[in-house]
């Protein structure tokens, strides 16, 4: 998606959750299980190339669990700025659903996008490649993600990168 959609669709997903407009196919939370989660991501390859925390105060921090069963983590800041739109599908953690997973990052220069052919159907079959594990305990719920993706450019797809992120949405 480009980046002007992504801006659009967060500013309607926080417009929506301010005013408690939406329909239910919305990716606005649905019940909240926990805000500010924490992000450790790492990419090596491309422009993105680096590691990046979570910061706590920023403004755009949430991690909801919807009604459907699939979890959704938004966040945007920290220094050096990172925005991380991850989606994580309701079957996810049972055994052969590893990848339904959907992936969006602005890390510096870079824009990464994973939207899994067989969970969403918006890349092309090898474009990307995408594994999430899903971790639930008293604490809370961890996602691992490990995925290799092309930096998208306005000429088409660059150097790719592999990323490894980890979420932990609080109990």
Not at 64 to 87: C, E, F, I, N
Request: charged share 15%; aromatic share 6%.
């Amino acid at each position: 998606m480009p980046r002007f959609s992504a801006l659009i669709a967060v500013t309607a997903i926080l417009i929506a959750g301010c005013t408690g407009v939406g329909s239910a196919a919305s990716t606005a939370p649905s019940t909240a299980t926990s805000n500010h989660p924490s992000l450790d991501l790492t990419i090596v390859g491309g422009s993105g190339a680096g590691s990046y925390v979570s910061d706590p105060s920023a403004s755009l921090n949430y991690c909801s669990h919807t009604k459907d069963g699939s979890w959704r983590v938004m966040y945007s800041g920290g220094s050096p700025w990172v925005s991380v739109d991850l989606l994580v599908g309701p079957r996810a953690a049972e055994a052969g659903r590893a990848t339904d997973v959907a992936l969006e990052i602005t890390a510096g220069p870079a824009y990464l996008w994973i939207d899994q052919p067989k969970f969403r159907g918006g890349d092309a079959p090898g474009r990307s490649k995408a594994t999430v594990a899903v971790r639930s305990d008293g604490g809370g719920t961890t996602f691992d993600v490990a995925a290799t993706t092309p930096n998208r450019t306005p000429a088409g797809d660059g150097v790719s990168s592999d990323v490894a992120l980890t979420v932990v949405c609080p109990g």
